[in-house]
């Protein structure tokens, strides 16, 4: 005979009370056990569908709000978001991103430092350790490259307020910049510069910009460095080409084009292809003259004074066809120069592009 009876009390797991509300953890991590859980899911969420940043981050900040509560949950949830945005390929740009919004939106501000701080924290162990890490072996080499990206893009996305209430960039992250450019520099692998070729690319405008407003010239500096390189690092070929490349591209203001003036504001002093389009006029005599010539005005004045005398005898009446004239009449259909005419014509115009070669 079966036991069960509808009439028999609910029944509870060991250890569960009833009268408790539900695990404030559970809650708070939407079904995850652990805050490592949550946050590692998420991260790797973001590095397979990085277009969900936009639609998710508001979701995952209101979470983290209501379960980082204590110092040392703010501490794993920085050095979990680190290692992901130094050790998982091309996550540096999102970790930055994702970085920059915590940093504004998470509420939590322990006596050990808000979000930020600890992050920039956190950042500063790897940093001392540069020269090491730079000459180290190539695991070493290539944790210390991820960690040299990864502050780049923290540069160029995390955001800071002023002084005055405005956002701009952490100053402390362009210094650091500027010395993990001479570590890579003082160490010149080829892997080092490759480094350093990739951190340039990225944030080369912003920085020169930067130093040129502070009235430094830290960039010519690099420059200087990496042509030094060019010449006497025994570095490959490949990685020299790539390093001559970055000169040229500094060269081209980094690829960025400003309109200074239009047409309408060129000049002869500021356009040196000012004159390139301009028409070539004769003198009387044959000479070729241009805009660029310094009796310009002179000479085209001429050439409409000759223009305004035909002008009078058009008015006139005067038959310029050249009709009934054996010399000039258009009824002949055979158009061939005279030979002599001919020779004399080519000789003219052999002599008038001598002279204007002149």
């Known amino acids: 005979m079966s036991k069960l009876s509808v009439d028999a009390p609910e029944f509870y797991p ?29 991260l790797n969420h973001l590095a397979e569908q990085p277009a969900c940043f936009e639609n998710e981050i508001a979701h995952f900040s209101e979470t983290l709000n209501g ?19 130094t050790s998982v390929p091309n996550f540096s740009y999102m970790g930055a991103r994702l970085c920059n919004y915590l940093s504004h939106h998470l509420t939590i501000n322990p006596q050990s430092g808000n ?14 350790n540069r020269d090491e890490a730079a000459k180290g072996d190539e695991a ?31 100053e ?17 692998m080829d892997n080092n510069l490759i480094c350093a070729v990739k951190l340039l690319k990225l944030t080369g405008s912003v920085l020169e910009d930067s130093w040129k407003e502070k009235g430094k010239t830290f960039m010519d500096d690099i420059i200087q460095k990496i042509e030094n390189v060019v010449l006497d690092a025994n570095c490959s070929r490949d990685v020299k ?79 310029l066809s050249g009709a009934g004239d054996p010399y000039l009449d258009d009824d002949d259909d055979d158009d061939e120069m005279d030979p002599e005419i001919e020779e004399a014509f080519e000789k003219f115009c052999l002599e008038s592009e001598r002279k204007r070669k002149q």
């Open 140 to 170: 070493a080499r290539k944790r210390f490259h991820a960690f040299v990206l990864f502050l780049a893009e923290l540069y160029l996305n995390l955001e800071v307020k002023g002084t005055k209430g405005q956002l701009t960039r952490a």
């Open 241 to 319: 080409h790539m390093l001559l490349k970055l000169v040229e591209l500094r060269s081209s203001n980094w690829g960025r084009v400003h309109i200074t003036s239009t047409y309408r504001e060129a000049t002869p002093e500021n356009d040196p292809n000012y004159f390139m389009n301009e028409p070539t006029f004769y003198t009387s005599e044959g000479v070729p003259f241009t805009a660029a010539d310094p009796d310009y005005q002179e000479k085209y004045q001429e050439l409409l004074d000759r223009q305004d005398l035909f002008k009078e005898f058009e008015e006139n009446g005067a038959d």
């Open 14 to 42: 060991s250890g569960y009370s009833p009268n408790l509300p539900e695990s404030s953890l559970e809650d708070g991590f939407d079904g995850y056990t652990s805050l490592t859980e949550y946050v590692q899911d998420f």
């Open 115 to 128: 979000f930020r701080q600890l992050l920039l924290h956190r950042c500063r162990k790897e940093f001392e």
């Open 67 to 85: 379960c980082v509560t204590t110092d040392e949950a703010l501490q794993e949830l920085v050095e979990l978001i680190y290692q992901q945005a």
């Open 172 to 188: 402390i992250l362009q210094t650091g910049l500027h010395e993990l450019l001479s570590t890579l520099f003082s160490h010149p």
